[in-house]
């Protein structure tokens, strides 16, 4: 996977379900640029179902941009690389309902720029506490609820 690609693009007004358990590493691509990601989406909504886990080794799994909506309601199981990033967002709202686990150091769950807006505080599974980080670096909306 080269730089700043991704295996999913979601454009304005579309929805992508992740309804299957899928894992996104570097068995399943080869060649992986820390710049690629399994999924964004640019004004647009992401969900994993509930009882799906999406498993990734690549630096960011999920970006939401502009407007997105990202929803876990399964699992996504950071299971790569030093640093990894669960879901980014910029300007955009994310809602985890159920888990997000992180395998390394420095590894984040949700990362959030500008209007960032975290619907419910993410959940761990593992022992790395200090790797769990909710941020949000410009905004003064920060809810927790």
Sequence with gaps: ????????YGANDTTINIANN???NSTKFSDV???????????????????KTLTSGLKTTISGLNKAVVTNNG????????????????????????????????????YGEKWFDIEKWCS?????F?????WNAFSSKYSRK
């Excluded at 690389?81 to 992180?102: C, L, P, Q």
């Excluded at 200090?130 to 909710?134: D, K, L, R, T």
Aim: overall charge negative; aromatic content about 10%.
């Design 1 to 8: 996977m080269g730089t700043n690609s991704a295996v999913f």
């Design 22 to 24: 899928i894992t996104a």
């Design 33 to 51: 640029d820390d710049t690629a990601q399994f999924l964004v989406s640019d004004k647009g909504n992401v969900n994993i179902n509930s009882g």
């Design 75 to 110: 699992t996504l199981a950071l299971a790569g690389k030093m640093g990894a990033i669960g879901i980014y967002s910029n300007d955009s709202t994310v809602t985890n309902n159920n888990v997000i686990t992180t395998a390394n150091d420095s590894s984040i769950a949700i």
């Design 124 to 128: 761990w599974t593992d022992n790395y």
């Design 130 to 134: 200090w790797n769990f980080i909710c």
